[in-house]
């Protein structure tokens, strides 16, 4: 296996992606690689400053970053040697087996879109959020942020990319998907909802439960995919976000909502798209980039975008 990871990206990038990238080395499989993308002689002087061998690592030598405020599709366009256009195109060529980066999600987007591409059938790629349960357990919510704006047709796709994400990835049998609403009764909601309901209650493509409110975000037992488009979906990520802030601030300690600290999940992947592609969070650490690492190779490992190419033929 080898793991591609953009260097370059991230507010603390080189310094945090690469030693999360030695975190990270250090959990994976002897058998596997991690590849280290963007500067080299950056990259290089962070590994003899902690004395780690660069053999551990192979490294592909960018010259060009894509920041944060340039316009993603003009940026990935003009920027060839970005680290971002680079893990792209060891990607579509095969050289990788998954790329994730903390950069601009707008470049990974479009490099997704522009390199490896949608798989065929699946109307809108999206990205998923992992909410956690007072068992231990996560549910999966998705959208968060990608589409703001969906129709029914395509909430019924991201029920079926969700449950094939959480059976394979998340390792639950038959996954339990419901439909984020205002209430639970089947008349509830706008018309999409109501739409996506309809379209969605006598599925035989997932187990469908039907609609849950965001009072049975945390309930154990309850839906283990939760659908809705890219607005609600960020509104709720972020909400959980700033309550953990807030938790913190408080100096508070609860090994339940420590588990909502977004460093412990690194990144999420792009389900859709014809190559295993995560997206961490801008702002990652040491330790959320290891933890994007590990869960990259973890979508590997799964063969996620073969079994959703699968599913959609």
Known sequence: MRIGIDIMGGDFAPEATVLGAILAHKEISSEDRIVLIGNQEKALEILKRENINPDFFDIVHSTEVIEMNDHPAKAFTKKPDSSI?????????????????????????????????????????????????????????????????????????????????????????????GLMNIGSEEEKGNLITKSAHELMKDSTDFNFIGNVEANDLFTEGKADVIVCDGFVGNVILKEAEAFYTLYRRRGLKDEFFDKFNFENYGGTPVLGVNKNIVIGHGISNDVAIKNMILHTAEVIEANLSEKIKEAFK
């Open 85 to 177: 256009a680079k893990g792209f195109g060891l990607l579509a060529k095969g050289e990788i087996d998954g790329f994730a980066s903390a950069g601009s999600t707008g470049a990974m987007m479009v490099g997704a879109m522009y390199t490896v591409k949608s798989i065929p059938g699946v109307i809108r790629p999206v990205i998923t959020g992992p909410i956690p349960k007072p068992d231990g357990s996560h549910s999966i919510l998705l959208d968060v942020g990608l589409n703001p704006d969906t129709k029914p047709d395509v909430l019924y796709q991201y029920a079926i990319l969700g449950s094939i994400y959480a059976e394979n990835v998340y390792n639950i049998t038959s996954p339990k998907v």
